[in-house]
């Protein structure tokens, strides 16, 4: 075993275009001939590159950055790029005589996306396709938006999003704007196999466009219809983009719409691929938002904050803190859910007609109101490859932070017209005395208090996950939290019009109501449990004893999981 993964690492060294992995496979290499534990250690780091490939599925690809078929390097990306390409060339359907597909290419700042980009655009028109690139590093939703804009068959965003620094991926849309679902992964990554010699496929030296500033514009224009002209715009924000590339994006956005400027947090507002001041880049990973508390107790001393704003590295989330002073920070971060719960509202009081739609591991609290607004309310499977197919789609959201609040603009989770419509609906409570408590306040008395919270293990070993999953199916719990579970579906045999896929739901009953999913993370080495308690509200003044029990019921459910799970 051990000369066979020696042996598929020199090969790879052979036809690896990259000089930074060929000399970081040249050392693993190197130090493998050693004795000992250095050489040992070496060995079982090839083993860990060469045993398989990263797979390309729903989500594309994402990983550790290196060499070999196990992490991202511009060997798998120029294998990806000609998979897809073939893909679009059999598949992508333009009328007779018009010019090869375009196929729309953007990226992050991480470390190597620039190269993984300009390695698609030569794959693309290098298989006679037509490919252009974003001009700089932007956000993910300006990708989204480009492909419908300028008509493309397909589009490619290199980020690993919010994942750790060491870690890059490799987005596909297709050319509703969409990301792409089965069967289409399952064809692409057929034609991904079938690739042979990395020196067969075709590499175009140029002949790409690199599109201007205008893409950037037409985006930033068509972000602020989300807005009322006539909306207030008095509020002030402190912003971080969380050493991604939303800042720029974000600020111009808010300028345009004729909001004060953002209060940047200096230190994570440039990108850095290397997220000095996060252990993760990810608004909901605790201390992530700690210096845009501190950036907002200082600002605060010149002016009040009414609100913060954070997006992810790739800006495609968009997560809200408010003030809060019962917190030690003085800030709150809302829950997802809570943030989709008031963009529901807010769209509905402006009018908005159409398919209101969530993942079904998000609060039931959007379907109360979509019911009450008269508007259709639909669940999809997690992630927005799913909720951006929604049959007449108008809002979507999952509670991981992603809002899609402008579908016919972009088709897919957007962290800066979230930003925007947030920030109206901020403007317009403050200009009547209120805040975003109040709303949510509201919405509890109105529908009954939709309390979440979310058990999230973070593991090195998959098999653990795998294992987790497999006692909770061989010994489902029949109580939690002292709550009945009244029905137990194990989605993998899909339902209603779910297709299959890998999760348990629990609906349980008692002195209130509450429900469990359980899943594996698509994106993350994470077992994700999604808890979710309703509890009636007579009155406003009863709000914090149903907080409070619902705090309780929740801790329960977190502990009483846990031990079900063995995890």
């Known amino acids: 075993m051990q000369n066979q993964v020696v042996e598929r690492a020199r090969a790879w060294l052979a036809e690896d275009p990259d000089p930074d992995t060929r000399a970081e496979l040249s050392a693993l290499l190197a130090g493998a001939e050693a004795e000992g534990p250095d050489g040992e250690a070496a060995l079982a780091e090839l083993a860990d590159r060469f045993t398989g490939t990263l797979r390309f599925g729903t989500a594309g690809l994402r990983g550790e950055l290196g060499a070999g078929p196990m992490r991202m390097n511009r060997a798998v990306v120029v294998r990806a790029a000609a998979g897809l390409a073939a893909y679009l060339r059999e598949h992508a359907e333009r009328p007779a005589g018009s010019p090869p597909g375009l196929v729309v290419v953007g990226y992050d700042a991480r470390c190597k996306s620039a190269d993984f980009a300009r390695d698609t655009a030569a794959v693309m028109t290098g298989a006679g396709l ?270 991981a932070l992603g809002y899609c609040v402008d579908p016919d603009g972009v088709r897919d989770k957007d962290g800066v017209t979230a930003a925007l419509l947030v920030a109206e609906l901020a403007a317009a409570q403050r200009a009547e005395g209120r805040t975003l408590t109040d709303l949510l306040d509201e919405l509890a008395v109105r529908h009954g208090l939709h309390a979440t919270d979310q058990l999230s293990v973070r593991v090195r070993d998959l098999s653990l996950i795998a294992a987790a999953m497999r006692r909770l199916r061989e010994e489902p719990p029949t109580e939690l939290a002292g709550l009945k579970v009244v029905s137990a579906e194990d989605l993998n045999e899909g339902g209603g019009d779910l297709p299959p896929t890998d999760g348990l739901r629990y609906a349980l009953r008692g002195e209130t109501d509450a429900r469990v999913i359980v899943r594996p993370s698509g994106t993350e080495p994470k077992l994700k449990c999604y808890l979710e308690v309703v509890v009636p509200v007579a009155d406003a003044a009863a709000l914090p004893a149903a907080r409070s029990h619902a705090a309780d019921v929740l801790a329960r459910l977190k502990t009483d999981l846990s031990a079900a799970a063995g995890i």
């Open 130 to 399: 037509r490919a252009a690139l974003l001009p700089r590093p932007l956000p993910t939703p300006v990708l989204a938006f480009a492909i419908r804009h300028l008509g493309a068959v397909a589009g490619v965003t290199v980020t690993a999003s919010h994942n750790p620094p060491r870690d890059n991926g490799y987005k596909v849309y297709l050319g509703d704007g969409a990301q792409i679902v089965p069967p289409a992964d399952e064809l692409i990554a057929a034609e991904i196999d079938a690739v042979g010699a990395l020196a067969d496929v075709p590499l175009a030296e140029d002949g790409w466009q690199v599109l201007d500033e205008d893409i950037v514009r037409a985006y930033l224009d068509r972000a602020v219809t989300v807005l009322d002209p006539a909306s207030p715009r008095d509020l002030r924000v402190v912003h971080t983009s969380l050493h991604g590339v939303g800042g720029d994006t974000v600020a111009a956005a808010f300028e345009l719409a004729g909001f004060p400027p953002l209060v940047p947090v200096p230190e994570q507002q440039e990108p850095d691929p290397d997220f000095p001041t996060v252990d993760f880049p990810n608004p909901e990973e605790p201390g992530a938002m700690d210096l845009a508390y501190a950036t907002a107790r200082t600002a605060a001393q010149d002016a009040p904050v009414d609100l913060i704003i954070a997006n992810d590295p790739d800006a495609d989330r968009c997560a809200v803190a408010v003030p809060d002073a019962d917190n030690a920070d003085g800030w709150r971060m809302l829950h997802g859910d809570e943030v989709g719960a008031l963009l529901a509202e807010h769209l509905v009081r402006k009018g908005a007609r159409g398919t209101f739609a969530e993942s079904i591991v998000s609060s039931s609290l959007l379907g109360r109101i979509a019911a009450a607004a008269g508007v259709d309310h639909t669940e999809t499977l997690t992630g927005f490859k799913w909720i951006s197919r929604a049959p007449g789609l108008r809002y979507g959201y999952e509670e």
